[in-house]
């Protein structure tokens, strides 16, 4: 399994997104008051926070695994022992 590399403009997107959502919360919908609005965010950031850590340190109790060695190739193309010729 390839592990891909993070992308920050999901990450942006995500952000902004919820940023709206909250002003519209608060401004059009009256569903928090905007001190409601503050400890909701502080709460967020500090869950992100520990599960952020829970990941780290899941995953660094996992073994590794070795490298994946790919075939030998040569400027025609990938070779393989078996072939015939």
Do not use: C
């Not at 992308?7 to 952000?15: I, K, M, N, Q, T």
């Not at 500090?46 to 190739?73: C, E, F, W």
Request: proline share 7%.
């Amino acid at each position: 399994m390839n592990r891909h590399p993070f992308r920050w403009e999901g990450l942006a997107f995500g952000l902004f997104f919820l940023a709206v959502l909250g002003q519209w919360a608060v401004w059009e919908q009256d569903w928090l008051e905007p001190e409601d609005l503050g400890y909701l965010a502080a709460a967020t950031l500090i869950l992100l926070g520990v599960l952020g850590i829970v990941a780290t340190l899941g995953n660094s109790r996992r073994p590794q695994q070795a490298p994946h060695t790919p075939d030998k190739t040569t400027e025609e193309g990938p070779t393989h022992e078996h072939e015939e010729a």
